[in-house]
């Protein structure tokens, strides 16, 4: 076999990982978008401030403590413990959870009715200030985010594929567990909207705000769970991704990933985000791959754009969006 | 409050019970405009009992008020026999209240099923934490549920429909496939916003005979609005006319009939 095809190969199943991981960061949209018309420009930010929770709680840290010190002329940093890692995920996802609520009861709560855009400014200005208090909160240094995820090359592929091909791919476990996981993380969701009263009571906000109303559906209560779910797709994001490269503010980019897989899945497909999440994900890698060479490279910070302006062109409402048809 | 009698024999010789609900001095204003101006009626249980009146009059207004997507400014709502507080449309659906909509607003996205389906969402009481722990419970109750809406769907005779997405049917069943949705609920008080409008005569027929049925075999008491004269004669056991947000005449349909103001604001005579 040529080699080019084999490392083809290589490329293409990185490249599915990494779609893994743009479809989640996208499905965290999605799911508030067709709930509540609202795109949520702070869903990047909310994996950021997930992460360095998480992280904060792990390592003992005191919140806010720069605050306390400055105000109180204390000198607190560290409680002095460490709370291990699952126990430390339940905490964040509880703060994810509070986090819900104080955006649905101060901000969304009194703009309901409004026009799209000035909910999307709204949530504007919701990132940067998320931004500003995890910074308060954590302080911004870059930290290491460790919960016990395997990391590095999987010997049990290298061997494998060296006895078939003679040639040993480079998959990271990191990569597969990811995988693994946001497979888990994407079924359980579909069975919760399908089948759960909470699940059902979702769809029907997604689908008819007055409708939903009259068969005994609390809107307040649908949004507060959306934004809740959306916020622990956020941390399950935020972890893989700060394990990959640390907790930092450039976490809050992977939401620049998640654009061209929502433009390609439309936004308020969840299948859609998923398929589209893998396409954008193979498709830059093997772009990168293949041409990228000839062009001096770095292909992977538009090449998804690119493919998802294609698209746009051809199939507005994205791969699975409804089909919008104008009523006349 | 004078002591009202327990039972009242309708015209056709129907017994129906005591009141279940009375609205009492609402009044409701959006800025200038006084939709409901200070009225009182009661809704017996058993009963079909109509609201009728010109365009704008306030009758929908007013079955938003009882179902709580509008709030009055003034008045009470008494619910079997206890005043209920400023509740959300959610709550009083919760509280046995099911309605369907003048501009019908059903999932579209949805299976003619799956839209009845919700309708159960009131009598669902697992909540996902449970469902995920006692699994057979959960089927339990999906079971019961999918029994429920799939009896509604016969009795209304939608049942060739069930799986087809309600975005792609003719106006004419989408109104049916809402009076499903909202029976699904066995709720003890139905409210219809002109279930028959833009239907042709057979329709109707099939319509009528249809909230005859439910209020005959379910006992369910209904509220309705409808502008066809004929409709409301033949189905309601009482009538509460309105004319530009005030009530202008309650009783029997053959009372409503002869009264006087109702003559005048039907054949158009100028207000003053
Ligand atoms: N949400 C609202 N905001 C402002 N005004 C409203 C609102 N709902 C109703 N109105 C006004 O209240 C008055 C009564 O309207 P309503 O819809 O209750 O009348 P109706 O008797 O149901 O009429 P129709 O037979 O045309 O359905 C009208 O003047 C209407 O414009
Ligand atoms: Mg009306």
Request: hydrophobic share 50%.
């Given at each position: 076999?040529?080699?080019?095809?084999?490392?083809?190969?290589?490329?293409?199943?990185?490249g599915?990982m990494a779609?893994?991981?743009?479809?989640?960061?996208?499905?965290?949209?999605?799911?508030?978008?067709?709930?509540?018309?609202?795109?949520?420009?702070?869903?990047?930010?909310?994996?950021?401030?997930?992460?360095?929770?998480?992280?904060g709680?792990?390592?003992?840290?005191?919140?806010?403590?720069?605050?306390?010190?400055?105000?109180?002329?204390?000198n607190?940093?560290?409680?002095?413990?460490?709370?291990?890692?699952?126990?430390?995920?339940?905490?964040?996802?509880c703060?994810?959870?509070?986090?819900?609520?104080?955006?649905?009861?101060?901000?969304?709560r009194?703009?309901v009715?409004?026009?799209?855009?000035?909910?999307?400014?709204?949530?504007?200005?919701?990132?940067?200030?998320?931004?500003?208090?995890?910074?308060?909160?954590?302080n911004?240094?870059?930290?290491?985010?460790?919960?016990?995820?395997?990391?590095?090359?999987n010997?049990a592929?290298?061997?494998?594929?060296?006895?078939?091909?003679?040639?040993?791919?480079?998959?990271?476990?990191?990569?597969?567990?990811?995988?693994?996981?946001?497979?888990?993380?994407?079924?359980?969701?579909t069975?919760?909207s399908?089948?759960?009263?909470?699940?059902?009571?979702?769809?029907?906000?997604?689908?008819d705000?007055q409708?939903?109303?009259?068969?005994?559906?609390?809107?307040?209560?649908?949004?507060?769970?959306?934004?809740?779910?959306?916020?622990?797709?956020?941390?399950?994001?935020?972890?893989?991704?700060?394990t990959?490269?640390?907790?930092?503010?450039?976490?809050?980019?992977?939401?620049?990933?998640?654009?061209?897989?929502?433009?390609?899945?439309g936004?308020t497909?969840?299948?859609g985000?998923?398929?589209?999440?893998?396409?954008?994900?193979?498709?830059?890698?093997?772009?990168?791959?293949?041409?990228?060479?000839?062009?001096?490279?770095?292909?992977?910070?538009?090449?998804?754009?690119?493919?998802?302006?294609?698209?746009?062109?051809?199939?507005?409402?994205g791969?699975?969006?409804?089909?919008?048809?104008?009523?006349? | 409050?004078?002591?009202?009698?327990?039972?009242?024999?309708?015209?056709?010789?129907r017994?129906?019970?005591?009141?279940?609900?009375?609205?009492?001095?609402?009044?409701?204003?959006?800025?200038?405009?006084?939709?409901?101006?200070?009225?009182?009626?009661d809704?017996?249980?058993?009963?079909?009992?109509?609201?009728?009146?010109?365009?704008?009059?306030?009758?929908?207004?007013?079955?938003?008020v009882?179902?709580?997507?509008?709030?009055?400014?003034?008045?009470?709502?008494?619910y079997?026999?206890?005043?209920?507080?400023?509740?959300?449309?959610?709550?009083?659906?919760a509280?046995?209240?099911?309605?369907?909509?003048?501009?019908?607003?059903?999932?579209?996205?949805?299976?003619?099923?799956d839209?009845?389906?919700?309708?159960?969402?009131?009598?669902?009481?697992?909540?996902?934490?449970?469902?995920?722990?006692w699994?057979?419970?959960?089927?339990?109750?999906?079971?019961?549920?999918?029994?429920?809406?799939?009896?509604?769907?016969?009795?209304?005779?939608?049942?060739?429909?069930?799986?087809?997405?309600?975005?792609?049917?003719?106006?004419?069943?989408?109104?049916?496939v809402?009076?499903?949705?909202?029976?699904?609920a066995?709720?003890?008080?139905?409210?219809?916003?002109?279930?028959m409008?833009?239907?042709?005569?057979?329709?109707?027929?099939?319509?009528?005979?249809?909230?005859?049925?439910?209020?005959?075999?379910?006992?369910?008491?209904?509220?309705?609005?409808?502008?066809?004269?004929?409709?409301?004669?033949?189905?309601?056991?009482?009538?509460?006319?309105?004319?530009?947000?005030?009530?202008?005449?309650?009783?029997?349909?053959?009372?409503?009939?002869?009264?006087?103001?109702?003559?005048?604001?039907?054949?158009?005579?100028?207000?003053?």
């Amino acid at each position: 076999m040529p080699e080019q095809f084999i490392w083809g190969i290589e490329v293409f199943l990185n490249g599915l990982m990494a779609g893994v991981l743009y479809a989640l960061v996208a499905l965290g949209f999605v799911l508030i978008y067709k709930a509540s018309g609202i795109f949520n420009y702070a869903q990047g930010v909310m994996a950021l401030f997930a992460a360095m929770t998480l992280v904060g709680i792990m390592n003992g840290q005191v919140p806010f403590a720069h605050l306390i010190n400055a105000i109180f002329g204390t000198n607190v940093h560290h409680f002095g413990w460490h709370v291990p890692a699952f126990v430390a995920i339940l905490l964040t996802a509880c703060v994810m959870v509070g986090f819900a609520w104080i955006v649905q009861r101060f901000i969304f709560r009194h703009l309901v009715g409004q026009e799209p855009i000035i909910l999307f400014m709204a949530t504007i200005g919701l990132a940067y200030f998320l931004e500003g208090v995890s910074d308060l909160m954590w302080n911004s240094e870059i930290k290491k985010l460790d919960v016990g995820l395997p990391q590095g090359i999987n010997f049990a592929i290298d061997d494998y594929t060296y006895g078939i091909f003679g040639y040993g791919f480079f998959i990271d476990n990191l990569d597969i567990v990811a995988t693994i996981i946001a497979a888990i993380l994407v079924l359980a969701l579909t069975i919760f909207s399908q089948y759960s009263k909470q699940g059902r009571a979702m769809r029907a906000v997604a689908d008819d705000h007055q409708a939903a109303l009259s068969v005994g559906v609390s809107l307040n209560f649908v949004w507060i769970m959306v934004w809740s779910v959306a916020g622990f797709v956020a941390l399950v994001a935020g972890i893989m991704w700060g394990t990959k490269s640390g907790v930092q503010f450039s976490l809050s980019l992977i939401a620049l990933k998640a654009l061209p897989v929502l433009m390609l899945g439309g936004f308020t497909s969840i299948p859609g985000a998923i398929v589209g999440g893998l396409i954008i994900g193979v498709g830059e890698k093997l772009f990168e791959f293949a041409v990228g060479p000839m062009i001096g490279g770095a292909t992977e910070n538009w090449f998804a754009y690119v493919l998802a302006l294609i698209f746009l062109v051809f199939r507005p409402q994205g791969l699975f969006g409804e089909k919008i048809i104008e009523r006349v | 409050m004078s002591a009202v009698a327990e039972e009242f024999i309708t015209e056709d010789g129907r017994k129906i019970g005591a009141v279940v609900m009375e609205m009492k001095n609402i009044t409701l204003k959006f800025g200038g405009v006084v939709a409901i101006k200070d009225i009182s009626f009661d809704i017996r249980q058993g009963e079909i009992r109509a609201i009728i009146g010109p365009n704008g009059a306030g009758k929908s207004s007013m079955l938003n008020v009882i179902s709580g997507f509008y709030h009055p400014q003034e008045g009470e709502v008494w619910y079997k026999g206890a005043r209920r507080p400023t509740m959300r449309p959610y709550q009083v659906a919760a509280q046995g209240i099911a309605r369907t909509f003048q501009n019908i607003a059903l999932f579209e996205g949805m299976s003619v099923l799956d839209n009845v389906m919700t309708g159960r969402l009131t009598h669902m009481k697992t909540n996902m934490f449970q469902q995920g722990l006692w699994y057979g419970k959960a089927r339990a109750e999906e079971i019961e549920n999918r029994q429920k809406a799939e009896e509604i769907i016969d009795f209304l005779e939608i049942q060739a429909i069930r799986k087809t997405p309600v975005g792609r049917l003719p106006y004419g069943l989408k109104k049916r496939v809402e009076l499903a949705r909202a029976l699904a609920a066995e709720p003890s008080i139905l409210l219809l916003d002109e279930p028959m409008a833009g239907m042709n005569v057979e329709e109707k027929e099939d319509m009528s005979r249809f909230i005859l049925d439910v209020n005959d075999e379910f006992g369910t008491t209904i509220a309705l609005i409808e502008h066809d004269m004929g409709v409301v004669m033949d189905l309601s056991d009482r009538v509460v006319v309105m004319d530009y947000g005030k009530k202008i005449g309650d009783g029997t349909p053959d009372e409503v009939r002869n009264n006087q103001n109702v003559i005048d604001a039907y054949l158009g005579v100028a207000h003053d």
